[in-house]
């Protein structure tokens, strides 16, 4: 993929430097490594190695194949949270976002069908995979932001002050906040120590949801002169959708399309790239958006792409701040500059609610 505009996923929630994580303390853990995107997975802090940064210990992922010893890892404090606590009787319903219990960890998706008997098929957006479980293996999704949890359980939604003033910090500059342009420099991991290598003891299993599978029609035909937007899973660009033209149909689920404003390395003309139909779908429906509410899930366009995030403040009608989970930050967009997000699963669109 040649160089768009970065915003490096960084976790799936922010956590405070002032979060008291000290040695002993139960936290939810995320992961930068591709396949373990939109999870947590619950451990204990062992000890602070350095500022911001935790030596942890899974509760479940073991160290190696014979499962004698837990998996340990340095991370930093991003990747942190507290334990979400335990919420009874909820009710979910179609559009839900919600985190599923899979593979000894919580996975963020949504709720595509109600399936009777207290099941629910639920789509994975990383993966895009759909998968039925129990209610009782849900939980609705929410995130630790400042300190609080969003959206609120019901009694600390009754202790909290109006979401406005909870949920939005002083709006980072330009500088700071604005995805720099992809470089080698800003797209390059740190390298990995040991104990962060055996990660990939995690299993081929536990990457990519897959067990009770709904198996999700991706086989869209998109002619040569199709307008679509495409995805990329490298690094950096997760959660983004860029416009392009089928220029020809391959075959065996590929296409070769042609970006409607991505040059190629050299500058001289469009960017022309080999996609699969994961990585493929046709342009969203045009919505009537007459205002967008406070944590209303939306594409905000920025660098070239369309990229999710969620509605943190408005300012007016036509000045919105949209908080991006993948790389923790916040940027102010113009009405205009909006669109309600929209999922494509098995062939038609779906609009996940309100977080």
Known sequence: MAPKSKA????????????????????????????????????????????????????????????????????????????????????????????????????????????????????????????????????????????????????????????????????????????????????????KSAETVTRAVKSAQTVTPNVKSVKIVTEERFSVGTPVEVSSDEEGFQGAWFSATVVQVIGKGKFLVEYQSLLADDGSQLLREEVDTHHIRPHPPQTVDGHFSLLEEVDAFHNDGWWVGMVSKFHDNSRYVVYFRNSSEELEFQHSQLRKHQDWIDGKWTVASKV
């Open 8 to 191: 490096a996923k960084t976790s799936a929630a922010s956590s405070p430097a002032t979060a008291p994580f000290k040695a002993g303390f139960a936290v939810e853990i995320s992961s930068d490594d591709h396949g373990f995107r939109g999870s947590w997975f619950t451990g204990k802090i062992i000890r602070r190695v350095a500022n911001n940064r935790f030596l942890i210990e899974y509760d479940n992922l073991m160290e190696d194949d014979s499962g004698s010893k837990r998996l340990r890892e340095v991370l930093n404090l991003h990747q942190l949270r507290p334990i979400l606590p335990t919420e009874t009787g909820r009710e979910f319903k179609f559009g839900d976002e919600v985190d599923a219990y899979h593979n000894d960890g919580w996975w963020e998706g949504h709720i595509t069908e109600e399936c009777g008997d207290g099941r629910f098929a639920v789509y994975f957006r990383v993966s895009r995979e759909q998968i039925v479980f129990q209610k009782e293996e849900l939980r609705l999704h929410r995130e630790w932001f400042h300190e609080v949890w969003v959206p609120p359980f019901e009694q600390q939604q009754q202790q909290q002050q109006e979401p406005e003033e909870v949920l939005t910090p002083a709006l980072k500059s330009a500088e700071t906040v604005t995805p720099a342009v992809k470089s080698a420099e800003t797209v390059t991991p740190a390298v």
